[in-house]
């Protein structure tokens, strides 16, 4: 009788005496008699096949690593049960702290993107109040002075002719003709920067 068909008949204990001396025939025994329950018994706790096929092997690797220290005795069915038991316990864990994990890049990438977001509103509000501002200290002098006494300073037509020693008539000419002059030049600018930033 082969050595493989006599290990069949062999009780769990003797097994475990020949796992213990280094027998791989004795693995390859343990492990037909045991693969298929440990498959099931991982998948039902795990309810993912390849997670499932992964412990089982790692469960016949210890066993065959920590061969020399099974105990005759001791119950190898059990053994290898408690085994699995302990592996679907550490991938539980481990799917706890990768789940975690997967959360707060989540919430990272959403708050950076917000923040970013707010980031660039704020540059391209910047770059376009600079762009008015130039435009503004373009104007021809007396009318950028009226129209920045009006539009920074708030002040009313007849402030500005009494500050100025002007008629109101002359500031509202001044204001008319500073907003039509802006109205042309930035008109083209704002079409540029909804075109770059929409």
Partial sequence: MAR???YRMCSDAELAEFLRSGDPVAFAEVYDRYNTVLLAHAFRKLENREEARDIVQETFSLVWQRREHLDPGSNLSGYLFTTVRNLVLNCFAHRKVKDKYHLSMEQFAAAYGKSQEAADHLIREKQLADAIG???????????????????????HKEIASRLRISEQTVSSHITHALKILRTRLSTLLLFFFLLFS
Avoid: T
Avoid at 134 to 156: G, Q, T, W, Y
């Fill in 134 to 156: 130039r435009e503004i200290e373009e104007l021809p002098a007396r009318m950028r002075n009226v129209f920045k006494l009006s539009r920074r300073e708030h002040l009313d």
């Fill in 4 to 6: 493989a068909s006599r």
